[in-house]
């Protein structure tokens, strides 16, 4: 079994980002808008901050009250929108209840989007126009791709099916043709269809939920899920139990997490240029 360790890819990634990011005119720019005090949109915040300071980004955290209505959150993404300086924004979720998810995704401009979850670019990704794309599910992508692992022809089987994840990652593995399943909490029989996978990618939210009889031997296991039990993080996949048997899987933490801040890190480069085209033409 290899590990395919996040970390060292992430560093990679950064380490060319910033290379291209110190020949730039202008400092590419990022917001992060924060809703409430859930903790782990707090560790995740600060993974962002953290990244967008190596890379030399400009960075503003706006933090937000959990009462807030949601005419303000809209108004402050509107206002950011229209400004110069700005590339990205990304609006941290899980919102409070109060407030209307994907009315306020859609609001975010679709060249700044760099969550990639407004309606029109999960429509590009779908028709594989190029856009940017939700940084965790390209994160799986690209850390296939730098161990060399073949997507073409294989039997992709994807356990999860949010706009966040799953779906996505659907639409990227089919536009590099694989042959996908997506699997969700209505499948049947969920171990028939996972041990016929060569790539499995558990994206649920329940520890362990992915254990040794449902993988096939040598299969590669992509274990998207965090999950918080007494302080200390685990994945979907009984990795003690799993890793003997494979012949590569992504350890948590320090897998597919290290790849979805790294993405975050493109998309704000891809949208700066997408910005700055806009900007000529306009002119
Ligand atoms: P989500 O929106 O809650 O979606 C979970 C999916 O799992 C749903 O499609 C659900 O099916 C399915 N599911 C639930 N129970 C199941 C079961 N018993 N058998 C099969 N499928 C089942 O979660 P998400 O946002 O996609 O996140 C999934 C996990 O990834 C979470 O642990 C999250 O913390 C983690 N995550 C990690 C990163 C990272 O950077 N590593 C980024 C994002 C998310 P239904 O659709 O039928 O409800």
């Known amino acids: 079994m290899e590990l395919l360790d996040g970390k060292s890819v992430k560093k990679q990634i950064l380490e ?39 890379l030399g980004y400009k960075y503003e955290h706006i933090k937000l009250n959990e009462k807030v209505e949601e005419k303000e959150v809209l108004d402050i993404i509107n206002k950011l929108n229209n400004d110069d300086t700005i590339d990205g924004i990304l609006v941290q979720m899980p919102l409070p209840k109060h ?13 700044k989007d760099v969550d990639g979850l407004c309606d029109i670019n999960a429509g ?8 940017l794309v939700p940084c965790t599910p390209k994160g799986v992508m ?22 966040l994840v799953g779906k996505p990652l659907a639409s990227l593995m089919i536009n590099n043709n694989a042959t996908v399943t997506i699997c969700h909490s209505k499948t049947k029989n969920l171990e028939s269809f996972t041990k016929n996978a060569d790539i499995l990618i558990a994206a649920v939210g329940k520890k362990g939920i992915i254990t040794s009889n449902m993988v096939k031997d040598n299969a590669v296991v992509i274990d ?9 993080l685990y994945g979907d996949v009984d990795f003690e139990g799993v890793k003997d048997k494979v012949s590569y899987i992504t350890p948590v933490p320090g897998g597919v997490g290290q790849m979805t801040v790294a993405e975050l890190g493109k998309n704000v480069l891809k949208a700066y240029n997408m910005n700055e085209k806009e900007k000529i033409l306009k002119k």
């Not at 110190?22 to 903790?39: C, H, S, Y």
């Open 99 to 111: 407030l209307d998810s994907k009315k306020i995704q859609n609001t975010i401009d679709k060249n």
């Open 124 to 131: 590009k990704l779908s028709h594989n126009v190029d856009t």
């Open 16 to 54: 060319e980002l910033k290379e291209k990011i110190t020949k730039l005119d202008r400092k590419p720019g990022l917001v992060v808008i924060q809703v409430g005090e859930d903790p782990a949109s707090k560790v995740y915040v600060g993974q962002k901050e953290k990244m967008s300071n190596e």
């Open 142 to 163: 690209d850390i296939l791709k730098h161990y060399n692992i073949e997507v073409e022809g294989a039997n992709v089987v994807i356990v999860g099916r949010s706009d």
């Open 224 to 232: 998207v899920g965090i999950n918080r039990v007494d302080g200390k």
